[in-house]
């Protein structure tokens, strides 16, 4: 398995992405899981399980490629019974077609330079009529926000960060076969967008 940098800050994420996002994730997580129960859920991505465990569909499966990651979400949800972790690759997706009725995919999508299989590979393993449902920081308009954003991008991310505008993620999202796409911006530095696997 190819490692990423994340296995490095895995014990320190949970405490940076509270700094980061100012407060702000715990805050938005109810919005972000109140839309997704259904019998089974994949976190895609789904890191030390800021979202994981809190997903109401009757069982949740949370896919990530790093071993650190996944060993703090794993100790937060050592009591959960419908929650299952594995370490995948997001590129490569160890599901058949139509398994899942929702897929989340939070604080992740600015990670990868090409999200567009991703997205597909998404779509392949949702049921039809499943969502996907993406909250993640985007392109602000506010000019403090720009210059904050500058910041992450150059200092926290080294460069690797690759956000979108809502027009671009509800182009993104039906090539990749989503319709229905709503966005809601979130504290004017971050969205959160939900769209339907068409068919
Ligand atoms: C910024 S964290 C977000 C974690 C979590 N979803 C959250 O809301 O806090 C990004 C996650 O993507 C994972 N990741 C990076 N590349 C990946 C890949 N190719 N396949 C699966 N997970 C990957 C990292 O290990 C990390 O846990």
């Known amino acids: 398995m190819k490692k990423t940098r994340f296995e490095a800050i895995a014990k320190y994420y949970d405490f940076f992405t509270k700094v980061l996002m100012m407060g702000t994730y715990g805050r938005v997580r109810e919005r972000i899981v109140s839309s997704g129960d259904g019998e089974l859920a994949l976190d895609l991505c789904c890191g030390t399980g800021y979202v994981t465990g809190h997903i109401k569909a009757k069982r949740v499966v949370g896919l990530d490629l790093t071993r650190g990651m996944l060993m703090i979400n794993r100790s937060k949800n050592r009591d959960n019974p419908s929650v299952k972790l594995i370490q995948g690759d997001a590129y490569n997706l160890p599901f058949k077609e139509d398994t ?58 080294f460069g690797k960060c690759w956000i979108y505008d809502i027009g671009e993620w509800r182009d993104l999202l039906k090539r990749a076969g989503f319709d229905e796409v709503k966005a809601d911006v979130v504290y004017k530095a971050s969205v959160l967008l939900q769209g339907r696997k068409a068919g």
């Open 100 to 157: 899942f009725d929702a897929v989340y995919f939070t604080l992740a999508s600015h990670e990868f330079r090409n999200i567009a299989p991703i997205l597909r590979d998404a779509n392949r393993v949702l049921k039809k009529g499943g969502k996907i449902i993406i909250y993640d920081i985007f392109k602000p308009g506010n000019p403090l926000l720009k210059a904050y954003m500058v910041f992450v991008r150059h200092v926290v991310e």
